[in-house]
């Protein structure tokens, strides 16, 4: 698999990865049309949903994940809702999409 990790959709060169990171308050206008112009590929961020951040995994088109960051950074709010599980199974991979200091909260995990 090839993964790419970059700050900004523009990086990154179309037809080159097979799963591409996108930081915490991407645009997303920006990931969909990276999203669009490489749908075999898994394309994954967290783009702003008003004070809240949304994780997203999208392949073929679909956001496969529904996942809200949890904690609170002082950048943006934090759900709290530690029941959601942002990983989503392909046939030979498994993609976690967890967000900032989530990944240090040992309540979250996929």
Do not use: W
């Given at each position: 698999?090839?993964?790419?990790?970059?700050?900004?959709?523009?990086?990154?060169?179309?037809?080159?990865?097979?799963?591409?990171?996108?930081?915490?308050?991407?645009?997303?206008?920006?990931?969909l049309a990276l999203a669009s112009?490489?749908?075999?590929?898994?394309?994954?961020?967290?783009?702003?949903?008003g004070s809240f951040m949304r994780?997203?995994?999208?392949?073929?088109?679909?956001n496969r994940i529904a996942y809200?960051?949890?904690?609170?950074?002082?950048?943006?709010?934090?759900?709290?809702?530690?029941?959601?599980?942002?990983?989503?199974?392909?046939?030979?991979?498994?993609?976690?999409?967890?967000?900032?200091?989530?990944?240090?909260?040992?309540?979250?995990?996929?």
């Amino acid at each position: 698999m090839r993964i790419a990790c970059a700050s900004h959709a523009a990086d990154l060169q179309d037809g080159t990865f097979d799963l591409a990171v996108l930081p915490e308050g991407t645009n997303a206008t920006e990931l969909l049309a990276l999203a669009s112009r490489n749908s075999s590929s898994i394309i994954v961020g967290a783009v702003s949903e008003g004070s809240f951040m949304r994780g997203v995994a999208i392949h073929a088109g679909e956001n496969r994940i529904a996942y809200r960051k949890i904690g609170f950074d002082g950048r943006s709010r934090g759900s709290n809702d530690i029941s959601q599980c942002p990983v989503f199974h392909f046939p030979d991979v498994s993609v976690a999409v967890l967000i900032c200091l989530d990944v240090d909260d040992t309540t979250v995990r996929p």
